[in-house]
């Protein structure tokens, strides 16, 4: 048996594994853990020192738009296979991450809860990802995990478990842990980390984003720490442009690592919080109570920490007053700055939330359906409304912008904020 984390990258030859159906909650319940866990892996060849043999270079990040005008057409969405067509994929010969997900050993765990998701240890060529999306501005996206056991419905990056051949309802109950992730990070920043960025003719560093298409601080960070073993090798660096967005309050447990990236890098910590309202927040995420005072810990701490609302969800977290009280609670907590992005439904993501909407929220069930079954945006006036919202909201707060964003490439956003004309739901 052999940890997650090693001192060097080693080979390792992968063996099929057997897989039991389970069940996940939205929240599971979870017991602590005092240490990153050890887990069982095998040897691998010398061609994967790195890491899968597909990992691609956009798997990580937000797609790039489809078309000039923001809008996306789920028959020609970037998907890259059929997930609700199992037959066809068990006769298919998997290839790249898919095979190396399909071949990954079960990672030991504490949790007895039978309500907890099934862990792999995935082996991975690079930790350090090549972001090429138009929508978002960063070069390099670093996810510890593939999978959340948040559950967020409206996961964009439920996509990502399509990659490795899985459906994306099961983005949530098979987490895959990244193997060997400080040594590969230290080989990425050394061969493919720029200083002089090229989108900025050399004036700044590439920007790393931590958490696009998984939380980085879910459930399993307290077994496995991968996220941990991550930041530590970023703090023995200088000159970098780093920003971590995170669901949990977990973060405070690494205080002292971010304090050391900090001092010597440009560092942004984004914690996301949609609602207020406690009945809505048991239904979309994590008690938003719990990420306020890590705001608080986290700004006490010296450390540059900022509130996303994102994303605003039509007709459920939209409410006149909803948004701005997010924002007047992050400011009382000491964010610096505060942002907002409207829904945007990948199709994988569709074939969860319109469900869901159905379900818990009926009167908005149509409006879903004439809005987001063909088109993964909503229209875009709403999209112009919410944009103007946020800025008001901004302004009367005194928010600024996000300090890495300020030198970023400028980039459309295809999500921004405010209220439809559908009645709010209580």
Not at 114 to 142: G, H, M, Q
Not at 332 to 353: N, R, T
Not at 356 to 369: D, G, H, I, T
Request: proline share 8%.
């Amino acid at each position: 048996m052999a940890p997650v984390h090693s001192p060097t990258a080693p080979s390792f030859r992968t063996r099929r594994r057997h897989v039991s159906p389970t069940t996940a909650g939205l929240f599971p319940e979870f017991p602590d853990a005092k240490s990153p866990k050890q887990v069982v892996q095998s040897p691998a060849r010398a061609e994967d020192r790195r890491g899968s043999i597909s990992d691609r270079e956009t798997t990580d990040c937000p797609p790039a738009s489809t078309t000039q005008s923001g809008n996306q057409n789920r028959e020609k969405g970037p998907v890259r296979n059929d997930a609700a067509v199992p037959p066809q994929r068990a006769n298919a010969r998997l290839v790249g991450i898919a095979r190396l997900a399909a071949f990954s050993p079960p990672a030991e765990t504490r949790r007895k809860s039978a309500e907890k998701p099934e862990y792999f240890v995935l082996p991975v060529k690079s930790i350090l990802n090549r972001c090429d999306s138009d929508r978002v501005p960063f070069e390099w996206t670093i996810n510890p995990y593939r999978g959340c056991e948040f559950a967020c419905k409206y996961c964009y990056a439920r996509y990502t478990h399509e990659y490795m051949e899985l459906d994306g309802a099961e983005f949530e109950r098979k987490i895959y842990v990244k193997k060997d992730a400080a040594p590969l990070l230290a080989w990425d920043v050394a061969h493919k980390y720029s200083y002089e960025s090229e989108a900025s003719s050399g004036e700044r560093p590439d920007h790393v984003a931590i958490g696009t298409a998984t939380d980085p601080y879910q459930p399993a960070e307290r077994e496995y720490g991968v996220t941990r073993a991550c930041l530590e090798e970023l703090a023995k660096r200088e000159g970098m442009s780093i920003s971590i967005i995170t669901k949990s309050n977990q973060i405070v447990r690494d205080i002292d690592v971010l304090q050391r990236i900090a001092e010597r890098s440009n560092l942004g910590i984004d914690i996301t919080i949609t609602t207020l309202r406690a009945g809505l927040t048991r239904l979309l995420e994590p008690r938003p109570d719990l990420r306020l005072a890590a705001v608080k810990q986290l700004r006490e701490a010296g450390l540059s920490v900022g509130v996303s609302a994102s994303p605003l969800i039509p007709g459920i977290t939209d409410r006149e007053g909803d948004l701005e009280a997010v924002a007047e609670a992050a400011r009382e907590a000491g964010a610096q700055w505060f942002f907002s992005g409207v829904l945007f439904l990948m199709p994988s993501s569709a074939k969860q939330f319109l469900p869901f909407v159905r379900e818990k929220f009926p009167r908005l069930a149509k409006q879903y359906e004439q809005w987001f079954a063909k088109n993964g945006y909503a229209p875009e006036e709403y999209r112009r409304k919410a944009s103007e919202r946020v800025a008001r909201i901004r302004e009367k707060y005194g928010f600024r912008s996000r300090p890495w964003a300020e030198n970023k490439r400028t980039a459309r956003c295809a999500q921004l904020p405010l209220s439809w004309g559908v009645p709010a739901v209580a």
